[in-house]
């Protein structure tokens, strides 16, 4: 299995406590470079229950999600002279030249984007005017892929270890999330100190009405933005880079004490949710999710989900018929006993720990 750092910018290799070079499930269904959600791909040729589709657009992916992108992984960009980057640092420039949601913390999307994403319906990779800037339509991938943040390293659609590893995932999210905050801060305050100490940084977390400008996504009042800025209006390229360089020189140590408690608790939390992702156990007692929904096939096999919309297990349409005498007022060894004397059938545990990791059968 991978470890759990594969799956991050590489910046946080010497930065991260050592909890994090444990192995995680390496997410084999979440086929990224063949998209497992794109319209017509065999995966995803189930019908849905209500009529209402879930599959993404090629030219979109789950890629109708633009990033929040912390200044050090900016930084961290544009002092990488890969050419196979190059596309994404000039993305990035222009980015920044807009001034468009360009601030000391943070290179974001326009806060228009932030409204529409709250507010749209049904859109999640379906929706073209809401692909992030970072998304080549030519590779089908991401211009700035080692520089991404927290829910970009995090998302999936679909998770090998069901409820449970989209749990783990979504605490690491949380945890990452809270280092992008506070070494973001922290790097403004070395630089900026006065954006952090007038609390700007914490006004961008309470966002008010859109603006004109932000209606149409054009930059801020020049004297707006010159006060954001300061003396580094016009250097902001090298603000990122030195941001990079600031916390790339931190000690191993200093990531856990800028989180403080709060990281603390976070990590205690991402433990257990990792503990039970990589070696879950059965229930005592299972019965069958009375909200997991049910799609027949033409061959008489049976498509059920239940944590996801994205995610569903198929089974027999004969093992289908055995879930029912699971309603949770016997241990799970003796409904398998009773399938075995009076149907003739079973439920291996292996196929019943699948079932319970994506809740089509849940702890009673």
């Known amino acids: 299995?991978?470890?759990?750092?594969?799956?991050?910018?590489?910046?946080?290799?010497?930065?991260l406590p050592d909890f994090f070079r444990q192995d995680v499930p390496e997410e084999s269904k979440a086929t990224c470079s063949n998209c497992a959600m794109s319209q017509g791909s065999a995966q995803g040729a189930v019908d849905s229950v209500d009529g209402v589709s879930r599959m993404f657009r090629p030219d979109t992916k789950c890629c109708t999600y633009s990033p929040r992108l912390p200044n050090y992984l900016v930084g961290a960009l544009l002092s990488d002279d890969r050419p196979e980057l190059a596309e994404g640092r000039r993305r990035m420039e222009a980015k920044i030249a807009s001034r468009v949601g360009v601030t000391p913390q943070w290179v974001k999307p326009p806060a228009k984007f932030q409204f529409l994403y709250k507010n749209g319906h049904q859109f999640f990779g379906r929706a073209a005017s809401l692909r992030c800037g970072y998304f080549s339509a030519d590779s089908g991938g991401c211009t700035i892929w080692p520089y991404r943040e927290a829910v970009c390293s995090t998302f999936f659609c679909k998770y090998v270890a069901g409820a449970d590893g989209r749990k783990f995932w979504m605490s690491l999210k949380t945890y990452l999330t809270l280092a992008e905050i506070q070494l973001s801060r922290w790097t403004a305050l070395q630089l900026l100190p006065d954006y952090v100490l007038s609390g700007r940084d914490r006004a961008e977390t309470q966002p008010?009405?859109?603006?004109v400008?932000?209606?149409?996504?054009?930059?801020p009042p020049a004297k707006t933005y010159a006060a954001l800025w300061q003396g580094y209006e016009g250097l902001e390229l090298d603000y990122f880079r030195e941001c990079y360089r600031l916390v790339k020189a931190l000690p191993p140590d200093g990531v856990e004490?800028?989180?403080?408690?709060?990281?603390?608790?976070e990590l205690k939390t991402l433990e257990k949710l990792h503990h039970t992702a990589v070696a879950p156990q059965l229930p005592r007692t299972?019965?069958?999710?009375?909200?997991a929904t049910v799609q027949w096939m033409q061959d008489g096999s049976v498509a059920l989900g239940a944590y996801s919309e994205y995610d569903a297990v198929a089974l027999p349409g004969e093992a289908y018929g055995l879930l029912v005498d699971f309603t949770g007022r016997e241990p799970v060894d003796a409904v398998r006993k009773h399938l075995r004397e009076h149907k003739q059938a079973d439920l291996s545990e292996d196929v019943l720990l699948e079932l319970y990791r994506h809740r089509i059968l849940v702890d009673a």
Request: charge should be negative; hydrophobic fraction near 40%; glycine fraction near 8%.
């Open 1 to 15: 299995m991978p470890r759990m750092l594969d799956s991050l910018p590489l910046l946080y290799r010497d930065l």
């Open 257 to 265: 004490k800028l989180l403080g408690l709060d990281g603390t608790i």
């Open 208 to 211: 008010g009405p859109l603006t």
């Open 286 to 291: 299972l019965k069958l999710n009375p909200d």
């Open 213 to 219: 400008e932000d209606l149409d996504d054009t930059a």
